[in-house]
Structures are given as C-alpha cells and as structure tokens.
Nanobody
Framework: QVQLVESGGGLVQAGGSLRLSCAAS????????VGWFRRAPGKEREFVAG??RYADSIKGRFTITRDNAKNTVYLQMNSLKPDDTAVYYC????????????????WGKGTLVTVSS
C-alpha cells in the first residue's frame, strides 16, 4: 500500500522559511516522478514544483530535493509570502509523467502552510 505523508507545515511570518517533507512508503521515490501541489483558500489546486520544474510564482524561492536513502522528498520554501498560504500536497506518478494534477497516481493528505503579513 502506497502512502505519502507530508509534514513541516505551520505558521510563519512573511519573509520566513519552512521545509516540507514527503515521506513515502510502498514506493521508491527515486523511481517515480514526485511533485508538490497546493490549494489556497477558495482556489483550485495548482502545481508548485516537481522533478526539475517550478511554477513561475515560486521560482527562485522554493527548491525541491530528494533523499533517496530516506525515501523522502522535500520542499524548501524561502522568502514566503502571504499568497503562499495553502494546503501543500505531495503526489507521485510513474517516472516521466508530466506533473499534471490529473496524471498523479498517489496523493498525500496535505500539510497546511500559513504565512502571516
């Protein structure tokens, strides 16, 4: 059974940093495309980062990395803005899958990030 468990969310002031973790079980992250998505209040879920791609809104501020030994994917978020407030999800799909929301096979339950102004 595949499980993706996000952690690391919380409340942070604008300009601050957080690191989100996505711990995987039941699959090996090095063999999957893994991405981060987010859903802000009242908005559709959107792509944030995955493999080597980044959304324009976070480019230069967020970095996605993997620790294959820990089977975990991270999202380092710096220079956070109130607009980054959202529930952040990690998701996995077969390696090479285009990281579209509808193409992802496995989802975590999300972790809430709140950025205060």
């Amino acid at each position: 059974q595949v499980q993706l468990v996000e952690s690391g969310g919380g409340l942070v002031q604008a300009g601050g940093s957080l690191r989100l973790s996505c711990a995987a079980s039941g699959l090996i992250v090095s063999r999957y495309s893994v991405g981060w998505f987010r859903r802000a209040p009242g908005k559709e879920r959107e792509f944030v980062a995955g493999d080597t791609r980044y959304a324009d809104s976070i480019k230069g501020r967020f970095t996605i990395t993997r620790d294959n030994a820990k089977n975990t994917v991270y999202l380092q978020m710096n220079s956070l803005k109130p607009d980054d407030t959202a529930v952040y999800y990690c998701a996995a799909a077969q390696w090479g899958t285009t990281l579209n929301d509808s193409d992802m096979s496995y989802w975590g339950k999300g972790t809430l990030v709140t950025v205060s102004s």
